[in-house]
């Protein structure tokens, strides 16, 4: 399959949300640096595989690979340095056919500390090119591992608290907690893209 649209973080136009400090700070020289990630779509083994490698909580993906859903690796220099997995959402309360969600995403070590912001603002550019029918997208993220920055560096807005005593979907079947979930709050991140297609009125047939 070959590479969807290949961007360069530097030329999307909401960088500038995205310069400010990233996961505990950013030199001139880091910013510089970010400014050469180049974002383009992967295959789905290729960023399962370096998630495996990367994410610090949840490397394993056995969800259903399904709806809006993309891949996408952060280069630098030819190098994969990160990795990303969109679906739609887990949810059936959020999966109205118009929202993708991020559902992993792993930062290789020692990548420049605007990495994550740039590539998410970049991400979120190609998703919207890749399904006109996409409104949202959003990202839950575990208040007891990360702090949101990268979220709100990159221009998306809270959503709202997920208590996790009140999650059914920590617990498997059988009552303990699913392996594949962290037991902690999550806050729900969002970006709207675009406005919602209007209603259209009914037919004077069906009014009838």
């Not at 303990?176 to 979930?181: M, S, Y």
Request: proline share 6%; with cysteine; charged share 25%.
């Amino acid at each position: 399959m070959p590479l969807a649209d290949r961007t360069r973080a530097g030329s999307i136009d909401s960088d500038a949300t995205a310069n400010h400090a990233v996961e505990g700070g950013a030199t001139p020289t880091s910013a510089l640096l970010a400014k050469q990630l180049i974002v383009e779509e992967c295959e789905f083994s290729v960023a399962v595989t370096y998630n495996r490698l990367w994410h610090s909580v949840l490397p394993e993906f056995r969800g259903v690979f399904r709806g809006l859903k993309a891949c996408f690796a952060g280069r630098y220099g030819g190098e994969i340095r990160a990795v990303a997995i969109w679906t739609s959402p887990i949810s059936r309360g959020v999966d109205d056919g118009t929202t993708s969600e991020l559902r992993r995403f792993a930062i290789g070590p020692g990548t420049p500390a605007n990495t994550a912001s740039r590539m998410l603002t970049v991400m979120v550019k190609l998703m919207g090119k890749k399904y006109a029918q996409l409104v949202k997208v959003i990202s839950y993220q575990a208040t007891s591992v990360h702090s949101g920055t990268i979220y709100k560096a990159a221009g998306w807005s809270y959503g709202r608290l997920n208590k996790a005593k009140d999650c059914r979907w920590l617990l498997r079947k059988d009552g303990k907690r699913n392996p594949l979930q962290i037991e902690s709050d999550k806050i729900r991140w969002e970006k709207v893209i675009r406005p919602p297609a209007p209603c259209r009125p009914p037919s004077p047939e069906r009014l009838r």
